[in-house]
């Protein structure tokens, strides 16, 4: 049986408010990502993933969903979206929707007819409790964008949990009319012939039948999110979720050769039980520890070697580099070592997830108090999500070439130097290092389906195999700004330098990297073992 497609597809996600504008109104929408749809083939990604694109109130920027089944106006309306997934399918792109299941927005009719009235038909649709004996919450459950997770509401005199804002309520998953009726909005979408999901916080899912406390988090540090204060061990990643996780993907096997991506933060061990018994879970639970581990050579190598350790017999294995929660990769790890990132990320075994704007190293930026948008920053100042969600920058011209008006966030001030065309027109680009490793990785099966097999290396080089029986790639990463030397177990040819000037290069059992400098070489075929660097 042949691969399904996103095995070997390279994931690139919009955050739609700020790809691209299409009717002057300073928010991106459908339209204007039709519109750079050439854009996205010629950089060669396989797939789409849009953030959400629902009705919402966007208290939390459309993760809020006051309507499933409609799109939200500042977005377009169903047949823009038809007319996306049309000309996406025509160009060969899959389109991936998000899918927010844990709670809609305090708006959604469901919510409102639940809040009315204990007895309602909709009540258990949400979850509600009693204030504590002797009053106050329920229990100690914290919210991920601050304070308390209970909200008091009148009339009918109870509490309702929400993980988030209190303008998402949870969903009761125990219930198996929310159950059948989420179902069929995944119906919904995946009958127009959308090619999957991302699930939004699905280990939230379920939570503790008991309502026990959460307690205390002894690694707190200061600065972190205050939720962290607790270990969230009756709130979140309950055992009953695998089960919700099993029919979510059996309703998706509905239809064929759709993509089920479960959104998860928890450390590997947990991470990989939601590929599930026998890889009934999620195709691919999100893996974010890129993102969490610092950037350094020896500890990335740890953690892909603890990664594949642990990964369930057959689960494939992904890799994320930046998302619309965490800080823009260019400015956690500096310009120079994006380069280094990008060819981490387009290399290593597994699908690899891009983040629109990375492509080009959008900068996090720094958003003036009076234009914050994001509702974890008015909660929590210092933590928001705004820096990372700036508009695209395409071109020179006014507003980045994104929209004629003013842009909902700022643009990045260097976005005159830094865009899609002066890029496109530099062969040492980020942008066209990103196109040649994406090129390299559809043309090489070494790359797409080779196993992984480190190198031994020490200091600031990332040294691994990727290889099948007739296909053997070398990647030599270096971490830091100093040379590196690394003697290689056979001569090759160098496919591709991050510096962008190294290809057909002969190498004889020694690779000497430039400082921040990525190299893939091909190797000769013949039986080799494993040296170390030096
Ligand atoms: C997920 C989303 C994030 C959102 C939260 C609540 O973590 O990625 O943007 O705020 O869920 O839905
Ligand atoms: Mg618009």
Redesign the pocket.
Known sequence: MADPWWKSAVLYQIYPRSFQDSDADGIGDLRGIIERLPYLVELGVDALWL?PIFASPMA??G??ISDYTAVDPLFGSLADFDALLREAHAVGLKVVLDF?P??TSAEHPWFRESRASRDGPKRDWYIWRDGALGGGKPNNWLS??GGSAWTYDDPAGQYYYH??LAA?PDLNWRNPAVRAAMHDVMRFWLGRGVDGFRV??IWHLIKDDQFRDNPPNPDFCAGDPPHRRQLPLYSADRPEVHELVRELRSVVDEFPERLLIG?I?LPLDRLVKYYGRDLAGVHLPFNFSLLETPWDARAVARLIDRYEALLPEGAWPNWVLG???RPRVASRIGQAQARVAAMLLLTLRGTPTLYYGDEIGLLQVAIPAERVQDP?EKNVPGLG?DGCRTPMQWGACAFAGFSEVSPWLPLAENFAGNNVACQGADPASLLNLYRRLIGLRRRRPALRRGAYRPLQAVGDVLAYFRETEDDRLLVALNFDGGRAALTIPSPGTVMLSSSGDRAGEDVVYSLTLRPHEGVIVALGLGRTEPTSAN
Do not use: I, L
Request: aromatic share 28%; hydrophobic share 30%; glycine share 0%.
């Open positions: 953030s939390d920027f993760y809020d927010v844990n709670h991920e964008f993980a988030f998402q939004d916080v959104e933060y998302n619309h929660d974890f999500r």
